[in-house]
């Protein structure tokens, strides 16, 4: 009886445009670049009509037969074997090998001779590392920079609210973390947290993760609370059809892949050390984004004059552990009369630790001095891009190499649309137009501001894009 179920899943997703006629044979994917994984729930190779001809084809297996590695196989899907420390973990990797799935992927905090063991039995097939964050950058030499842990994206509960630093409404994200870590190394990155326990999760929220990623080039891997993977599984309609609205989302950002490339574009500058702050969220990036201000992550080990380039201010976080010419690049800086804020005496940026990735109200309380100055040093400049209307979003600016071509990503994290959202560009440009998942692209009309040009647009339900040509 279960198998006839999954019989009707190719019908049903026909009919929203997410099944293909035939099997694909051929590879959808050239490299672990281009992987759009999932956490697969399900044994039964029927399951797999439900991808269709959406953007996911890379899934994560616990357990693997042999079976459904060949069947993805057959589908041009690739196929991850999870292992976790508790596991007898090269007896459970060399079992997953000779069930042909394509690589390994480590989940959890692994000595490194064993991750290393593995990934010597493995050949060469790719073994993906979804680390502690506190660990993650150490894995620049693997095919995907990745971790496991995650806040769910979303508008914060109120007691949080109340203890926001920013001073204003305050949204759980990841994507202060994502742009650190991206800043540091050109991998991918996937951020892999799976939805809290026990917890049955709205569409909406669903879809707000998928997009806190993508906005900033990530990719979430794709994971279902028991009770939405179950309804999915007999066919439940309104499964159905959250699922296609989920791998819709999916799909805009890899349509998209020259977002990917783009950089962080704002006249104001963080320089910090990705190893330390950088890997928290809730921290400086993050209390800077919920004002609706554009910033630049800086490695400070990649910190040069280009670095600076285009930018007006500066905030260096931990002063102390620069070196001798990293801090003659900030002097530098200021002498040709950027503003520089350093953190206060004795300010030491701290690192995660363990299974902490935010910071808890002491750390946020130490925090505070240095978000008032910068505050204060922002203001109400038009740093990039300024944003009215937008209490309950946030957004990435990005630019292209040859400075032609920006666009600004936004993400609604209320469970309603934000209507009449306001945004003021610096720079001279001559077209506009709005992006959406459902394949809507239609031009803004763009008005003189005092220091550049403004946009308005009539709503965004979970995301959206605008995109400026000069």
Known sequence: MRGERWVCVLACLALSGLAQSQPVV????????????????????????LVGSGPINCLLLRPVTAEFAAAAANRGLATLAVVVPSDDVLATARRALSAKVTGIALEGDFPDDVAAAVRQISGGAPVVELAPRSRMLANSAGPVLATYQGVWPGMAEMERLKAGPSGSVWIDTNTGFIRAARSWSDLPLWIANQPPAKTVVSTG????????????????????????????ARLDPKALADWARMLTLAGYFERHPEWREMREYGKLALVQDPAKGGLLSGGILDMIAVKQTPVRPIPRQRLTPGSLKDASMAVNLDA??????????????????????????????????????????????????????????????????RLFNAASMLSNFLISGD????????????????????????????????????????????????????????KVTVCATVRLEQ
């Open 26 to 49: 051929s590879p959808r994917w050239s490299k672990p670049a281009d992987w759009v994984p999932a956490r697969w729930p399900w044994s039964d190779a029927a399951s797999l009509d």
């Open 205 to 232: 929220r669903y879809l707000q993760a998928i997009a806190d990623a993508g906005m900033s080039g990530a990719r979430w891997v794709l994971a279902l609370d028991d009770d939405f993977a179950a309804r999915l």
């Open 320 to 385: 102390a552990s620069l070196t001798p010419e990293e801090q003659a690049v900030l002097h530098d800086f200021t002498r040709s009369g950027g503003t520089l804020l350093t953190g206060p005496p004795g300010w030491t940026d701290q690192a995660p630790a363990g299974d902490k990735i935010t910071l808890d109200r002491l750390e946020l309380e130490r925090l505070n001095d240095i978000w008032r100055e910068v505050n204060s040093m922002v203001g109400r400049r038009n740093l990039g891009v």
């Open 403 to 458: 400075g032609r071509t920006a666009v600004l990503s936004l993400v609604n994290y209320s469970d309603y649309p934000v209507e009449n959202v306001s945004v003021h560009f610096l720079g001279d440009y001559k077209r506009a137009a709005l992006l959406t998942p459902d394949g809507v692209e239609k031009p803004l009309e763009l008005y003189k501001t005092d220091d550049g040009w403004g946009a308005d647009i009539d």
